[in-house]
């Protein structure tokens, strides 16, 4: 996993073009926010290679959370506006309870051992091995636009 900022994001560089693509794509957002989607949406950024999917989420307490892990793809969590905490753990720590292999989702069960705030700005990359949970709320559940980059883990 990888916590970081967006003004920082020329630090990721040699983490590959597709998540330079999002982390721009994220960054555009932020210096425009009057033209970013806040609608639910699926937007694949040119090439083909990323999709940024748009989600209008209301967070919710930490206890009705859901942990999931993608063992194909790599995320990267950004809020565009609100603010959610994020649950992640090592996948090998947990327990898996269901199972979605056709979509890439596996959900598990234990104890997170990292958890974070996401503000604008504020972005996790997840890697296939990073279980996270995210959507909780802060404080009080509150209305925030969720964007999550959705890319195959072999092409990074």
Do not use: W
Not at 33 to 55: H, S, T
Not at 56 to 79: C, Q, R, S, W
Not at 139 to 144: D, G
Request: proline share 7%.
């Amino acid at each position: 996993m990888i916590i970081g900022n967006i003004k920082n994001r020329a630090r990721y560089a040699s983490l590959g073009e597709d998540i330079m693509q999002a982390l721009e794509y994220f960054a555009s957002v932020l210096e425009k926010p009057e033209d970013a989607p806040k609608e639910f949406a699926d937007i694949p950024l040119p090439g083909g290679k990323v999709l940024i999917r748009v989600r209008p989420l209301n967070t919710v307490p930490m206890e009705k959370g859901v942990m999931e892990a993608h063992y194909k793809e790599l995320d990267i969590h950004f809020v565009a506006s609100g603010e959610e905490k994020m649950a992640l753990s090592d996948v090998s720590a947990l327990r898996l309870t269901k199972e979605d292999p056709d979509n890439d989702v596996y959900f598990l069960e234990g104890e997170m051992n990292t958890i974070v705030t996401l503000t604008p700005g504020t972005f996790v990359i997840a890697y296939p091995e990073d279980a996270h949970m995210g959507c909780i709320a802060v404080n009080e559940p509150m209305p925030i636009v969720k964007m999550i980059a959705k890319m195959t883990a072999e092409k990074i």
